[in-house]
Each structure stands twice: as C-alpha cells, then as structure tokens.
C-alpha cells in the first residue's frame, strides 16, 4: 500500500495548485480561442510539475494545432500564359472541358486581373501583397539592386502556405516555381524562398520560367530527382500523378485535416510539348487564322456573358500582319504552331480533370475552395512574328524563316522541337483586348478568366460575376473561408499588411458593388491605372520591341472609362485630360507606396547581373572545381565560359575495357557542349542551336589506368558567338584539333543544366543515349578555367550583343 505524503497547507499553496489547475484545463477549451494573429502559435508555458511519480500526476492537454472548424479544403490552380479569349470556357477556342464544367457547376468571374507577367503573377498570388513589395518587379532573371526588384521576397510578406500550414493544413505545391531567385537555385541555397521552405510541406516540379516537358529539370523538396526517361513520358501527366497521391495519401491518413493544394502546371508556357494525339484534334481547325478566330471569340463571349452585349474588338497592334496578307507558307506554318498550343491546352485542361475527378473520389469535393485561374498573364507574344522551333534561337538572337521552321511541321510540338507561337495567336487568344503578357497597360496583358467552385459553400451556379478584382485578392479570400485572421506577426517577423481584399461577398451577390477599387501595375516601364472604374496606361515597349518606344517621361498615357468599354476602344486621355491627370497622379502614389519606383525600363543591361546589381554565384571567378556527382547546375550557377578562350582539364581513372560517357555537360539537344568518352575516345561536342553538332575526337581508345584530358578552346573573339578552335590533349600531348565555327553568345538553355559525370535531361549528342550516359569510369576532378575578358573585348561584346538583338528585332 502506498504511503501518503502529507504536507502542510497553506493560501500560498492553494493558489498554487488552483493556478495548475487552471493551467491544465485552460488549453483544452482554448483551442478554439486560439489568438492566430501571431504565428506559428505558441505553446502553453505548463507549471513544471513538483510530482515523483508519473502515476500520482495528470499530463496536461497535448498542444496540437488544427484548423478553425469548418475550414475548407484549398486547391488554386493556375495555368500559365493562356489568356482571356483562349478558354472554351470563355469563348476560346480551345476546348477546356473541365473547365467548363467547373464553371456551370459555380462561378465565371469576367474582370479578374494578374500583373502581364509569370513571377510577380505568381508572387502576388501566393502573398496577397502586390509584386513589388514582394521584391518581384520582374521575373527572377532581371532582378536588380533597388527595393522592389531584388527577386528576394522578404520576410515580412509571409505567403499563404505558410499562415496555412502554421493554422493546421496540409501544404503541396505541384509543376512551376518561378519565385525563387535563380542565383539560390543551388545546393548551396540560400533555400529560405524555395517552396517547401515557403510554407508547402511537398514540392515536385520545376524552378524556373519553363522547362522541357518531355524531359524536365525536375525537384522534390529541396533535392534534384533523376529526369524521368520512358516512352510516352510527359510532365503534365506526371506532376498530376504525384499530386493526386499527395493529395489521397492526407484524406487517407488525416481525413479531418484540410489541405491546401497550388497546382501550376508549366502549361501552355513555351516550349509548346504536347502528345501527337492531341494535336491532331486540332488538324485544320485554325486554318482561317487570326483574325477570323478573333471575330469568332467575341461573338461566343458575348453569348456565353462574359463579355457585354455590344463590345466591340480592339485593333490589332500594327507589327501584326492581316492574316489575309501572309503567304501560303506562312498560314501553313503559323496555323501549326496554333494547332500544337490549342492542343497543350486541351491536354493540361484534361489532367487537370483527372485531379477533379480524384477529388470527388475522396468525398472531399463539395468542402473544396477551387480557384481555377486561366493564366498567369495575357497570351505570350515572345515567339515573335513568325514564331520558332527552339526557343533558344530567339534569346541567342538568330532568327528562323520560315521555310526552316517548316522542314519541323510534323515534329512540331515533340520531343525534337522547343517550340513557341507567332505573336498574332497571342492577340488573338487576348480577345477581345488589343495587347498581350507583358503589357500591364493593357487588359489584354492583365484580365485573365476565374472560376471558382465551392459546392458547399456557393448556391449560386454557371454564373458571371463582375466585381472587378486581382490575383492579390485570392489570399484574403481563402483567410476568410478558412475563418482564419490576418496574421500580424510571423516566424517572428512583424507582417506587411495584406493588400488584397476577401471576394467572398461576391459568392451568393452577383450585384454587390467592387471592394477592389485602386490597382497599380508595372513592368518594366508598361505601367497603368485602375481606380473606381477608369483606367489609365501606357505602352512603353511591346514584346518584340527590343528597345523602349521613348523616355519614361515622355510616354504617351491612354484613358479609358471600362465601366462603358469593356476593350478597351474609346481613348479618352485628349478629351478628358483633367481625369487623365488625376489617373498619373494616382499612379504616382500607388508606385511610391507598393516600392515601384524608379522604374527600371533597361533591356540588355537587366539580363546582366553586374550591370543590373543583383547577386552573381560565381562573381568574376575564372576558375572552377567540379567532382563526381556535381549534376543539376543551372546556367545561373555555374561559371560562363561564353564568348572567351578556356580549358577544362579532367583527371580520371579509365575501366578495364575502355571508357564510355560523359565528363562533364551544359545544355542539351537544343544547343550546349560535352566533353565524354565514345568507345574510349575522349571527344568534343559543340552543339550550336541543335543545328549543327561539331565534334573533335581522339584517333584512338586510351588504355585502362589514370589518364589526364584537356579539352582547350581558343576563342577568335571579335564579339558574342564567334568561333574558335578546340583541341583535345592526353597526358599533356595534343591527340586532336578542330574548327567550331559558331558559338552560343548569350544562353545554353533556360532549363537544362551542366553535370558532372551525367548529362541529364536530353543529351548535347547522338554519340549517347538520353539518361543512360553516365561515365563508366572515375572522374576525380574536372577544373573548367576561363580567360579573363579585358575592358575593351567586353564593350565589343555587348555592342555586338546589342546588335544582334536588334537585328532580331528587325527580322521580327
């Protein structure tokens, strides 16, 4: 029998042990009185216990976390570069039946609005805070040094995920990140702004603008996965696969938990990778062109509602061709490419189905906010006038006719092309608006189709709504579906104040006046104006446009009353310059406030990360050790050895047998280098552009044993991808020597990447098989060394860079 303590007692100990009481019992009620405004949420701070023995005391509470009680499942997905006259689902012409059907069951928002372009878009979305305060002005790649173009979000604009998963969900993020800045797309990091270290528990897919999606540069958390390589392999289809796992295995083993689930597929941006099946539905159904399909948008957009009785069709810009002008050629070429991004956007719409259709099969469907956002921009107008078979010709500024663009007609859309689109498809997918992606200043840049579904929670059904509205609105949105506050403090950082407003009273009041009244947009010198009903903008440089129109100061505004023009036709800035002024001013305001200015309209100098003052990982180094297994580094991150003379010198050790696979790579078949083995021949490739493979290979197999390779490329200089000779050296002594005639002057690839040992997305060569290159030997180390580029040889190469673009432009 076990003997009592007895002890004395005393008020002081009564309050003691009443103050315990209170302290065990408290939590159990608090749970729901949780104070959410500062996050994560801090544990109870329990008595330290005065008790021996564990069977004499009561454990408190277990302190857990979970979401607000009837918080809904959240899935946002978003579909990139489509927009507003594309979707069947809102008169386009492509089929999107999902879509549809996503719409006649909840509600067609008709006067949503994104940035006109993928990053802040993006950044926007998942914050609620406009993109500049996100540090995102830009896509990644052209950040610079001021406040709110570093491409850094900081830390005081904590994203949706993470004020989530801090209240209790489950976080994925699933396809596209373009929000982490490409200089920390390393395994050096930093990684605090990759995905699963912005709130997603799960991250698989891509960083970066695009990526092949036969053969994609892929990440799951915070590591690189083997590219897959099997026949029939796509991306969409895989990424839908890996979230419709996710998203069974939390409704599986936490079926009370909601999850959040962000869904943004690499789809319809370039390049244009589709299976043939799909392009085949398409097969003559473009063949009236642009103009026409623009005509024919509007009339079904007025018939479905999303567009006002009465709307007239903007013109077109002038750069773009009546189509009734092209020669026969050109429609053929050009009514393809169309064919092939029709056909990609059907394709995503389907896999996107497959999602829904899981989702029903966990009994999650009705309790699930569905924000289903056609695009992240306007159409993208990037492919130019004629369009192009690798996208990698336009950024290296060679142009493509189209009688060579012709010889890919039938691949097009496969894995031998990185295709994009002429720019007319874009106007004509921005129906009924004028302009495209990248044009802020424009609705034909910013109004992108919303449709959101919430069974449960939304009666109303197949409606349009026309609350005028922005992506920043989705997040205190979802806040309040999920009767959650806006949080004031995270992760220790007190928060800049969510910008956006809650659209949920616009769910069962089609006639609710707008709650969004002022809107800013910018990029890259396109900048305009929303407030209470007007709009105010200015065209400082198209797509194509290589150079801006005029000074910032100099631009011409335009003004519109959308609340009687919904396209944007009847410029208003002559007849009512009082308003016009009141707009600008406005304008001015917004861009002090939200950290736009200054404005930063410089083309070629942002590409460049010194002259822009934005972070370089390899800075002015003209050496670099690699070793084994060094794969996945992405041109950001690895040391430039265009347009300049270098070595890479390799120890290795060679098998019994001889030597097979790759030493070291960058880029891929549409253009990049290898140095590797091919029956034990140490041999170069320069693939220029996939057009023309150049090769320099030793006459015999070295033996088995250590071995020192020297590849040396002596560059003729003169500018930006100039040839040069390269010869290759065993042991010191030159075995071989060769002519490359051409050079990449300004990019490998904006998705693939340099390896150590592997080349591993599609091969630089022929000379080896796609994911099955590795080196049969051991590579000890590879050290790449560069020549310096002197003061008066760097002038000549941006002054040739320039020209290069501008032919571009000209051809264009």
Same mark, same amino acid.
């Given at each position: 029998?076990? !003997?009592?303590?007895?002890?004395?007692?005393?008020?002081?100990? $009564?309050?003691?042990?009443?103050?315990?009481?209170?302290?065990?019992?408290?939590?159990?009620?608090?749970?729901?009185?949780? &104070?959410?405004?500062? *996050?994560?949420?801090?544990?109870?701070?329990?008595?330290?216990?005065?008790?021996?023995?564990? !069977? &004499?005391?009561?454990?408190?509470?277990?302190?857990?976390?979970?979401?607000?009680?009837?918080?809904?499942?959240?899935?946002?997905?978003?579909?990139?570069?489509?927009?507003?006259g594309m979707s069947s689902s809102f008169g386009g012409p492509v089929h999107m039946p999902t879509a549809e059907r996503l719409a006649s069951q909840g509600l067609r928002y008709n006067q949503f609005h994104t940035t006109a372009l993928c990053?802040?878009?993006?950044?926007?979305?998942?914050?609620?805070?406009?993109? @500049?305060?996100?540090?995102?002005?830009?896509?990644?790649?052209?950040?610079?040094?001021?406040?709110?173009?570093?491409?850094?979000?900081?830390?005081?604009?904590a994203p949706l995920a993470e004020m989530l998963r801090l209240n209790g969900y489950s976080t994925a993020m699933f396809g596209k990140n373009h929000e982490t800045a490409a200089w920390e797309v390393s395994p050096s990091g930093p990684t605090?702004?990759?995905?699963? /270290?912005? +709130?997603?528990?799960?991250?698989?897919?891509?960083?970066?603008?695009?990526? &092949?999606?036969?053969?994609?540069?892929?990440?799951?958390?915070?590591?690189?996965?083997?590219?897959?390589?099997?026949?029939?392999?796509?991306?969409?289809?895989?990424?839908?696969?890996?979230?419709?796992?996710? #998203?069974?295995?939390?409704?599986?083993?936490?079926?009370?938990?909601?999850?959040?689930?962000?869904?943004?597929?690499?789809?319809?941006?370039?390049?244009?990778? $589709?299976?043939?099946?799909?392009?085949?539905? %398409?097969?003559?159904?473009?063949?009236?062109?642009?103009?026409?399909?623009?005509?024919?948008?509007?009339?079904?957009?007025?018939?479905?509602?999303?567009?006002?009785?009465?709307?007239?069709?903007?013109?077109?810009?002038?750069?773009?061709?009546?189509?009734?002008?092209?020669?026969?050629?050109?429609?053929?070429?050009?009514?393809?490419?169309?064919?092939?991004?029709?056909?990609?956007?059907?394709?995503?719409?389907?896999?996107?189905?497959?999602?829904?259709?899981?989702?029903?099969?966990?009994?999650?469907?009705?309790?699930?906010?569905?924000?289903?956002?056609?695009?992240?921009?306007?159409?993208?107008?990037?492919?130019?006038?004629?369009?192009?078979?690798?996208?990698?010709?336009?950024?290296?500024?060679?142009?493509?006719?189209?009688?060579?663009?012709?010889?890919?007609? &039938?691949?097009?859309?496969?894995?031998?092309? %990185?295709?994009?689109?002429?720019? +007319?498809?874009?106007?004509?997918?921005?129906?009924?608006?004028?302009?495209?992606?990248?044009?802020?200043?424009?609705?034909?840049?910013?109004?992108?189709?919303?449709?959101?579904?919430?069974?449960?929670?939304?009666?109303?059904?197949?409606?349009?709504?026309?609350?005028?509205? @922005?992506?920043?609105?989705?997040?205190?949105?979802?806040?309040?579906?999920?009767?959650?506050?806006?949080?004031?403090?995270?992760?220790?950082?007190?928060?800049?104040?969510?910008?956006?407003?809650? #659209? #949920?009273?616009?769910?069962?009041?089609?006639?609710?006046?707008?709650?969004?009244?002022?809107?800013?947009?910018?990029?890259?010198?396109?900048?305009?104006?929303?407030?209470?009903?007007?709009?105010?903008?200015?065209?400082?440089?198209?797509?194509?446009?290589?150079?801006? !129109?005029?000074?910032?100061?100099?631009?011409?505004?335009? *003004?519109?009353?959308?609340?009687?023009?919904?396209?944007?036709?009847?410029?208003?800035?002559?007849?009512?310059?009082?308003?016009?002024?009141? #707009?600008?001013?406005?304008?001015?305001?917004?861009a002090i406030r939200n950290r736009v200015l200054p404005i930063d309209d410089r083309v070629l100098e942002r590409v460049n990360a010194a002259t822009a003052g934005r972070p370089d990982l390899m800075g002015d180094r003209t050496s670099l050790?690699?070793?084994?297994?060094?794969?996945?580094?992405?041109?950001?991150?690895?040391?430039?050895?265009?347009?300049?003379?270098?070595?890479?010198?390799?120890?290795?050790?060679?098998?019994?047998?001889?030597?097979?696979?790759?030493?070291?790579?960058?880029?891929?078949?549409?253009?990049?280098?290898?140095?590797?083995?091919?029956?034990?021949?140490?041999?170069?490739?320069?693939?220029?552009?996939?057009?023309?493979?150049?090769?320099?290979?030793?006459?015999?197999?070295?033996?088995?044993?250590?071995?020192?390779?020297?590849?040396?490329?002596?560059?003729?200089?003169?500018?930006?991808?100039?040839? +040069?000779?390269?010869?290759?050296?065993?042991?010191?002594?030159?075995?071989?020597?060769? /002519?490359?005639?051409?050079?990449?002057?300004?990019?490998?690839?904006?998705?693939?990447?340099?390896?150590?040992?592997?080349?591993?997305?599609?091969?630089?060569?022929?000379?080896?098989?796609?994911?099955?290159?590795?080196?049969?030997?051991?590579?000890?180390?590879?050290?790449?060394?560069?020549?310096?580029?002197?003061?008066?040889?760097?002038?000549?190469?941006?002054?040739?860079? /320039?020209?290069?673009?501008?032919?571009?432009?000209?051809?264009?």
């Open positions: 029998m076990r !003997r009592k303590a007895w002890v004395a007692v005393t008020p002081a100990l $009564v309050c003691c042990c009443l103050g315990l009481s209170i302290a065990l019992v408290a939590p159990a009620r608090a749970q729901t009185e949780l &104070d959410r405004t500062v *996050l994560p949420i801090p544990e109870p701070n329990y008595p330290h216990s005065t008790v021996l023995d564990a !069977r &004499d005391a009561t454990p408190p509470p277990r302190f857990q976390i979970t979401a607000p009680k009837g918080a809904p499942n959240v899935m946002i997905v978003l579909i990139d570069d489509m927009g507003f990053s802040p878009s993006r950044t926007a979305l998942l914050s609620g805070r406009n993109h @500049h305060m996100n540090n995102m002005g830009g896509i990644t790649e052209i950040a610079t040094a001021f406040p709110g173009n570093t491409g850094q979000r900081p830390d005081n604009v605090n702004r990759w995905p699963t /270290r912005s +709130g997603f528990d799960e991250f698989y897919g891509f960083i970066g603008g695009e990526t &092949d999606q036969w053969a994609p540069s892929l990440y799951e958390g915070l590591s690189r996965v083997e590219t897959p390589h099997y026949p029939g392999y796509n991306f969409m289809t895989d990424m839908t696969n890996h979230a419709i796992a996710w #998203m069974k295995f939390q409704k599986s083993l936490t079926p009370d938990k909601p999850f959040f689930m962000y869904f943004a597929p690499g789809a319809v941006h370039a390049p244009h990778h $589709v299976p043939v099946e799909w392009i085949a539905k %398409y097969k003559g159904k473009f063949d009236g062109g642009w103009d026409k399909m623009r005509e024919e948008t509007l009339a079904r957009q007025i018939a479905l509602g999303v567009v006002p009785p009465g709307t007239k069709l903007a013109p077109k810009p002038e750069a773009i061709k009546d189509w009734d002008k092209l020669t026969a050629d050109e429609k053929k070429l050009f009514a393809r490419q169309m064919e092939v991004y029709a056909g990609f956007g059907e394709y995503c719409d389907d896999e996107i189905g497959r999602l829904f259709e899981a989702l029903k099969e966990t009994g999650q469907f009705d309790n699930t906010l569905i924000f289903y956002i056609i695009g992240d921009n306007g159409t993208s107008a990037e492919g130019g006038m004629v369009g192009m078979f690798n996208e990698m010709t336009y950024f290296n500024g060679v142009s493509e006719t189209v009688q060579e663009q012709l010889k890919h007609y &039938d691949e097009w859309g496969g894995p031998s092309t %990185y295709p994009h689109m002429a720019a +007319g498809w874009a106007v004509a997918g921005d129906t009924p608006f004028m302009w495209t992606k990248q044009i802020p200043s424009n609705y034909g840049g910013t109004r992108n189709p919303l449709i959101v579904s919430w069974p449960k929670h939304i009666t109303a059904t197949n409606e349009v709504r026309s609350q005028w509205h @922005h992506l920043i609105d989705i997040a205190p949105t979802v806040l309040e579906a999920a009767h959650l506050p806006e949080p004031t403090s995270v992760n220790g950082t007190v928060q800049s104040p969510i910008e956006g407003v809650s #659209m #949920m009273y616009s769910f069962e009041n089609p006639k609710a006046p707008s709650t969004h009244k002022t809107q800013y947009f910018e990029i890259m010198g396109n900048r305009g104006i929303y407030h209470d009903g007007w709009f105010a903008g200015t065209i400082h440089r198209a797509p194509w446009e290589q150079q801006p !129109r005029r000074k910032l100061q100099d631009d011409i505004w335009e *003004l519109y009353d959308t609340r009687t023009d919904f396209s944007l036709v009847n410029d208003l800035a002559a007849k009512n310059p009082a308003k016009l002024k009141e #707009m600008q001013d406005l304008f001015t305001e917004e050790t690699l070793y084994e297994g060094m794969v996945g580094m992405s041109e950001n991150v690895f040391i430039n050895i265009k347009n300049r003379s270098l070595s890479i010198t390799t120890d290795v050790q060679i098998p019994q047998g001889g030597a097979n696979g790759v030493i070291l790579a960058q880029g891929g078949r549409f253009g990049g280098w290898s140095l590797y083995f091919k029956d034990g021949k140490p041999t170069y490739c320069y693939n220029f552009l996939g057009l023309q493979e150049t090769k320099i290979s030793a006459p015999q197999a070295l033996p088995p044993g250590k071995a020192t390779i020297r590849m040396n490329f002596d560059y003729d200089g003169g500018g930006i991808g100039k040839g +040069g000779t390269a010869s290759i050296l065993v042991n010191g002594a030159k075995v071989a020597a060769g /002519r490359i005639e051409r050079t990449q002057g300004m990019v490998f690839s904006a998705d693939e990447t340099a390896g150590v040992g592997l080349d591993a997305a599609t091969p630089v060569t022929a000379d080896y098989k796609e994911g099955d290159n590795s080196f049969t030997g051991r590579i000890l180390k590879v050290v790449i060394d560069v020549k310096p580029m002197g003061v008066a040889e760097k002038a000549e190469a941006e002054n040739a860079q /320039r020209e290069a673009m501008l032919k571009k432009a000209i051809s264009d």
